[in-house]
Nanobody, 123 residues
Framework: QVQLVDSGGGLVQAGGSLRLSCAAS????????LGWFRQAPGQEREFVGA????????SDADSVKGRFTISRDNAKNTVYLQMNSLKPEDTAVYYC????????????????WGQGTQVTVSS
């Protein structure tokens, strides 16, 4: 069982930055992958990126490569999504999610979800 709490969203101008946090509660996260997804109004949920907890290996969607960075803090059981050079099309509700073992871009393969945090980028 994993509990996830997302935070850090807000309103920012285009070109600005935000850092999202996902605090995870679990007996152990060693076998888990922590992922970030986003969903804009009227659109399907979209993979943003993910990180393996044990090795720290990351994978990013092409749409955010070079702008977004995923990292983790083992001591705090927290995953971060650093978002730079934000664009209006990045506006969405961002969700943290967890699954076992391997990184996947498919949302239905993730078993645990945070409540989501709104990111709004103004032009």
């Amino acid at each position: 069982q994993v509990q996830l709490v997302d935070s850090g969203g807000g309103l920012v101008q285009a070109g600005g930055s935000l850092r999202l946090s996902c605090a995870a509660s679990a007996r152990t996260l060693g076998h888990y992958v922590l992922g970030w997804f986003r969903q804009a109004p009227g659109q399907e949920r979209e993979f943003v990126g993910a990180i393996t907890w044990a090795a720290g290996r990351t994978s990013d969607a092409d749409s955010v490569k070079g702008r977004f960075t995923i990292s983790r803090d083992n001591a705090k059981n927290t995953v971060y999504l650093q978002m730079n050079s934000l664009k209006p099309e990045d506006t969405a509700v961002y969700y943290c999610a967890a699954k076992l073992f391997s990184i996947s871009t498919r949302d239905y393969e993730y078993d645990y979800w945070g409540q989501g945090t709104q990111v709004t980028v103004s032009s």
